[in-house]
């Protein structure tokens, strides 16, 4: 370690991978409703995909268990390899990294035998042991080029001003809770289904579930301090223009918007987005 600058990066990484890690349990494990079952049960439930062979495995299960699992391996090897003198050099890291994350793995599925609705499978912890070294491989082979980028948005973070921190923080939880309660699928049956029951909606377009005018205007509230956020945080010559300002928080709230579609339990209003939009555009034109 050569200084503060460096724990802070460490402990940033480490935090990430941790919070990664969370978010593994959550998805694996929501609503953490849990049944007896015997040992030997959820040994034979654990076993059972994989003896019953390729053709009836999910792809869109095997990819996002691997996409789950590629930060953990990502960030938890970058905090290990940044406590290290020579971490190039050695392979003890990423072998705890990936063992860490087979054994985490294989907790969570033996414990979804105990829950209604879930699947154990070891397959699955094959696809999740396989994202963990993904992420390994990437932070090895892009170290330099990845360490810059994420040091430098470490630094932007932990050099700003307090009011631009309160405001990264809200962004933060923005995103968090408007991915609520974050039961991601890439199932496109399921997604199919979101479509169906009208919960997957395009601008304006009448369902029961769109949002009200009391939600559309809690959204357009909700979105000012991301627009005051575009424009103050994040620009080391000052304030951002307010057309640099829109050009970095629209395409962002658009890709979030997109991951939405993604939670299967959350209905996704685009009206909800574009209040969002002249939110950040009134936000930033107040700031300005």
Not at 17 to 26: D, E
Not at 127 to 140: D, Y
Not at 179 to 192: K, M, Q, Y
Not at 205 to 226: Q, T
Request: charged residues 15%; proline residues 6%; hydrophobic residues 55%.
């Amino acid at each position: 370690m050569t200084g503060a600058a460096d724990r802070v990066r460490v402990a940033a990484f480490a935090v990430a991978g941790g919070m990664f890690v969370a978010f593994a349990i959550w998805g694996s494990l929501f609503p953490f409703q849990f049944e007896p079952r015997t040992w030997e049960e959820a040994a034979r439930l654990f076993w059972l995909p994989w003896h019953r062979g390729p053709a009836t495995w999910s792809r869109s299960d095997l990819a996002s268990n691997v996409l789950l699992f590629i930060p953990i391996g990502l960030f938890l090897t970058a905090a290990l390899d940044g406590m290290g003198e020579r971490p190039g050099r050695t392979l003890t890291v990423p072998a705890v990294v990936i063992g860490c994350a087979a054994a985490l793995s294989v907790s969570l599925e033996l414990c979804q035998a105990f829950t209604p609705y879930r699947t154990a499978s070891f397959v699955d912890v094959l696809a999740e042991t396989l994202g963990a070294a993904i992420g390994v491989c990437l932070w090895r082979a892009r170290t330099d080029a990845l360490d810059a980028r994420l040091s430098a948005a470490i630094v932007s973070v932990t050099q700003a001003s307090l009011p631009c921190r309160l405001l990264f923080g809200y962004c933060l939880l923005f995103a968090i809770a408007w991915l609520l309660p974050l039961d991601f699928t890439l199932r496109p049956r399921e997604i199919a289904d979101k479509y169906m029951h009208q919960r997957l909606l395009l601008p304006f377009a009448p369902s029961p579930e769109a949002a009200s005018s009391l939600e559309l205007g809690a959204s357009f509230a909700a979105g000012v301090p991301i627009g005051i956020a575009s424009v103050m945080c994040g620009c080391a010559s000052g304030r951002r223009s307010i057309v640099s300002a829109l050009a970095l928080a629209i395409p962002a709230l658009v890709a979030l918007e997109a991951v939405q579609v993604t939670v299967f339990s959350r209905t996704t209003d685009t009206t909800s987005l574009l209040a969002l939009i002249a939110a950040v555009a009134a936000g930033a034109s107040v700031v300005r």
